[in-house]
């Protein structure tokens, strides 16, 4: 059974920086691609960052693509999602999932496991 645990969210001024982290058990990290999603209340679920298994491979949401930057370690079993510049409208429950497979995947449909979310709040 694999597991996400998703750390680091909190409450942050805006053009502050917070960094998530995902945990992952299991031993064949290393082989799936994994992504970032983030759900605003009252609104659906989106994509916002991903990563191939090597981390060659890197694709964002155009809202977050300058400011936000996706990087994983393999040794750690860890995906990180480094958020600077943030705004009031980056407030939502992140979520971290992992891909079917080794490739960056952008839908939430090829994502087959998913962490319980960790809440970020940017006040103005």
């Known amino acids: 059974q694999v597991q996400l645990v998703e750390s680091g969210g909190g409450l942050v001024q805006a053009g502050g920086s917070l960094r998530l982290s995902c945990a992952a058990s299991?031993?064949?990290?290393?082989?799936?691609?994994m992504g970032w999603f983030r759900q605003a209340p009252g609104k659906e679920r989106e994509f916002v960052a991903a990563?191939?298994?090597?981390?060659?491979?890197?694709y964002y949401a155009d809202s977050v693509k300058g400011r936000f930057t996706i990087s994983r370690d393999n040794a750690k079993n860890t995906v990180y999602l480094q958020m600077s510049s943030l705004k009031p409208e980056d407030t939502a429950v992140y979520y971290c999932?992992?891909?079917?497979?080794?490739?960056?995947?952008?839908?939430?449909?090829?994502?087959?496991?998913w962490g319980q979310g960790t809440q970020v709040t940017v006040s103005s």
């Open positions: 990563i191939s298994w090597s981390g060659a491979d890197t």
């Open positions: 299991g031993r064949t990290f290393n082989s799936y691609g």
């Open positions: 999932a992992r891909g079917r497979d080794g490739s960056a995947y952008l839908t939430s449909r090829q994502f087959g496991y």
